[in-house]
């Protein structure tokens, strides 16, 4: 009798032995985050770089940081209770810093594209903006046929730059290196027409009445926006969850009303 029980007893250990290394390996193979477990933001201090970018990140006339997503990560830090400090530069350096780890977040209506996934992780998206022809008012174009054969100025490697130079063939592109003497060109009538984002553009628009521009027709090739993370950021599902119930609390619908809806 002794030998059967001491013999159910090794079976027993050996049993549970087996099961807890078993789900010791699971839980390692178990990440979804490349092997980096999701981190609380409370009480962090984030490192953030910003593009500037109206209407979602620029200076106001006093030199403060302001715009959609200025507000939008302020929200975020109370909520989830961390501090930042955001530093603006340029986006091609941005993203590098943000790909590099220097940067916890990157904003400034980041446009979340399959080239930029293969070197960082973006949260949820937030905004979905699109893409909308700009004329002089008083130009005689009203309707986007009109623009065949005419002259179209965009940004340089921008969504609107790709879009010209695939759908806009019988028209002659000019290039600039900035959005500012893209509107420019519009306004004194060296160009036809032009193509941005629609934020920005509205935004243009509405800060400068004098300019004499208008939209044309009607948005298209909506990209979704979204904050660039380094790849496996262990912040990831806490932005997306806080994002979410900004989203159904009515918090992004206020700030799209401030800023975006011009």
Known sequence: MNMMFNAKIKKAVLAGMTMVMAMTMLAGCGSSNGGKDAASLKGKELKIGTGIYAPFAFKDESGNLVGFDVDLIEALSKKLGFTYTITATEYDNMFMSVTNKEYDIGMGQVCITDERKKKMDFTEPYEQAGLQFVVKKDSGITTIDQLKGKKIAVEKATAAHKYVTDNCKDSEIVIFPAIAPAFLEVEQGRADAMMQDKPNAAYYIKK????????????????????????DSPYKAELDKALKELQEDGTIKKLEDK???V
């Open 208 to 231: 400068h009445p004098d300019s004499g521009l208008v939209l044309l027709g009607d948005e298209t090739a909506k990209i979704p926006d979204g904050f660039a993370l380094p790849k």
């Open 259 to 261: 800023w975006l809806n």
